[in-house]
């Protein structure tokens, strides 16, 4: 009796796994581009910032420093400022792809999983 409700529910995930397959291609691709942006925004700081040092080691007057700091902050914000917007865009892009997806997958499934139990009814 067991065996049988197990094999059953075996049989009716097998159309699941390639829906769930799809799903699973689309979220990495997404975090391969997550991880590639995150790659870049950090070179763009470390250039930023080794520049900055650069700048910082030929100052020569207290008046300079401080003018210099101001300009080093404004950079600072407008990157991140820039950063955050290239940030939300991208996960925006994501929430439509995975929506899109999740919506034919679900979709896939559901219908699936509805032929599935009417032949599982009209068996019993």
């Given at each position: 009796m067991y065996t049988e409700n197990f094999e059953q529910w075996m049989k009716m995930n097998k159309n699941f796994s390639t829906p769930i397959t799809e799903l699973h291609k689309t979220t990495t691709e997404i975090w391969k581009r997550i991880a590639e942006q995150n790659l870049e925004m950090m070179s763009d700081n470390f250039s930023r910032f080794s520049n900055q040092l650069k700048r910082f080691s030929?100052?020569?007057?207290?008046?300079?420093?401080?003018?210099?700091?101001?300009?080093?902050?404004?950079e600072d914000i407008a990157a991140c400022t820039e950063n955050v917007q290239k940030v939300v865009h991208m996960t925006m892009e994501n929430m439509e792809e995975i929506a899109k997806v999740w919506s034919s997958t679900a979709t896939k499934i559901s219908e699936k999983a509805v032929e599935k139990a009417q032949k599982f009814a009209e068996k019993a």
């Open positions: 030929n100052v020569k007057k207290p008046e300079d420093l401080i003018n210099l700091q101001k300009d080093c902050i404004s």
